[in-house]
């Protein structure tokens, strides 16, 4: 299990609690995605990673409007491991090259989110899913591989948030096409959906974010009353109108794959002397 | 007082958190590319995540090359991380063929896809895998009162610990006793952690692989602590 999603949160200061939450309780790594750069500022973020870094000893990509090598820097500096890049590849291509040769292939992942077209085919998004670009998904994932990304993480806009599951023809078109590790990121709503998409889908990850934070978000709720009323639950509930999401703990996504022989790292619980 | 680790500087890798996992566990560390520092220290650390050629253009542009093998070879606890464990070795053949710091004989190579394309290897390795005692040993060495991860780093962890890896490419040491800890990716069983004299260096990241490799950090800490 790879990763937890941090998407619509928009309170700081709760970032480093929710990573600290999910670090003690067995995520392998964390993705923070910066969805709303330009509300943040880059300062904030930067402020936010050298926090998290000082109490999670798991890798942490960081991803939300970077685009140039100076920003990648800056992220790398603050404590994350990898960063996620996506409009700026999209805009420059090159600039994945020179990101690559500048940090190693393996810090840099590219985030290509796909709309499916009517025709089956699928588009790349930019602007977090916000701006259309006509080009073809499946072509842009091989392209960046040959670029020198280091992974890949694909998400289905039409699938990410609503927990009805993973596009599968979607992530194995891009497993199949590429020969760097791919994430699947956006979807899940059960835990079956995790476990098809690594067993069918033959995603070397997953990323997992609503169905983990819905759950954490009612465990704080109960436990901390400063937590209520600050935004978080207008969108948590406005999300689970879309769906009856019990949520899940990654303890319970881990032990469903285990059960069906999916290799993960069992969970110890983290919660240590830091 | 406390020991000094100074964390060397070449510009590549997520060296917070070395610092930090060093500051965790009593070491004070400091983050440096000055020549001085490095030699002063208790113990050095050598991380790193990136290209091999770069590196050690790097290394030698910041005049590091000769001190570091000086420190590696002079009794004080010397970690190597990722790409620091390959940049001890002879030669990468990473873009190309560099030389390294060539403390260690050995090279550094790329893994490659296995025959069956069915199951292609993804490169790079991105993620947790499990560290085994070396296979040669015999059944006996197993049993045996001194088992070979004790005063290392590597004591009180589990055969099969999961440790989080990121790298493309691999070192083989020449003098297979030298190496401390295997791991498998795909049909290939490589080398990730070796031991050379005061030397410890690990092919995943322990600063990365939660409270396990925090653990690693704690029993480096004690190594050091008792080489001053």
């Known amino acids: ?274 | 007082m406390k020991p000094v680790v100074a964390i060397v500087d070449y510009g590549l890798g997520n060296l917070l958190s070395v610092k930090l996992a060093c500051e965790l566990v009593g070491l004070h560390a400091c983050i440096t590319f000055e020549q001085n520092e490095i030699l002063a220290a208790d113990a050095v650390v050598l991380p790193g995540v990136g290209a091999f050629g770069d590196a050690m253009a790097a290394l030698e542009r910041l005049d590091l090359v000769v001190p570091l093998r000086e420190v590696a070879t002079s009794g004080k606890p010397f970690i190597g991380v990722c790409l620091g464990l390959q940049l001890l070795m002879t030669e990468s053949y990473e873009f190309g063929k560099h030389a390294g710091l060539d403390v260690i004989s050995g090279s550094v190579v790329r893994f490659e896809n296995p025959v069956d394309p069915r199951a292609p290897l993804k490169v790079p390795q991105i993620g947790w895998n499990q560290i085994y005692r070396p296979r040669h040993l015999s059944s006996s060495d197993y049993l045996s009162a001194t088992d070979l991860w004790t005063g290392t780093p590597l004591e009180s962890l589990d055969e099969g610990e999961y440790m989080y890896f990121l790298h493309s490419f691999y070192a083989k040491p020449e003098d297979s006793d030298m190496v401390l800890s295997v791991a498998r990716y795909g049909n290939i069983e490589f080398c990730s952690s070796l031991r050379y004299g005061s030397i410890y260096a690990f092919q995943f990241h322990p600063e990365r692989s939660g409270q396990k490799g925090l653990q690693v950090y704690r029993n480096l800490s004690a190594i050091i602590a008792r080489s001053k």
Request: overall charge negative; hydrophobic content about 40%.
């Open chain 1, 1 to 274: 299990m790879k990763g937890v999603h941090f998407e619509g949160l928009r309170v700081l200061g709760k970032l480093e609690r929710f990573a600290h939450h999910y670090y003690e309780n067995g995520a392998d790594e964390l993705i923070f995605m910066d969805a709303v750069a330009s509300l943040y500022g880059r300062n904030s973020l930067l402020a936010i990673i050298e926090r998290a870094a000082r109490q999670i000893f798991i890798p942490l990509t960081v991803g939300g409007g970077l685009r140039t090598l100076n920003d990648i820097r800056n992220v790398l500096r603050a404590g994350a491991d990898k960063v996620a890049i996506n409009t700026a590849a999209v805009k420059r291509p090159e600039f994945i090259r020179e990101a690559a040769e500048s940090f190693g292939s393996s810090t840099i992942l590219v985030s290509i989110e796909a709309m499916r077209k009517p025709d089956g085919g699928y588009e790349a998004y930019i602007e977090y899913g916000r701006e259309k670009t006509n080009v073809d998904a499946l072509e842009w994932a091989t392209r960046a591989a040959e670029l020198g990304a280091g992974e890949i993480m694909v998400t289905s806009i039409n699938r990410e948030g609503t927990g009805t599951g993973f596009d599968l023809e979607l992530t194995t078109k891009v497993v199949e096409s590429v020969s760097i590790p791919v994430i699947a990121g956006g979807g899940a709503g059960t835990l079956d959906h995790i476990f098809q998409i690594v067993e069918q889908g033959r995603a070397d990850a997953v990323c997992v974010a609503s169905l983990l934070h819905y759950k954490a978000f009612r465990e704080f709720e109960l436990k901390e009353q400063d937590f209520a009323g600050e935004g978080n639950i207008d969108f948590i509930s406005r999300h689970s109108a879309h769906y009856r999401m019990e949520g899940a703990s990654i303890l319970q996504i881990k032990n469903y794959l285990l059960n069906r022989a999916i290799d993960c790292r069992p969970y110890h619980n983290q919660a240590g002397d830091n």
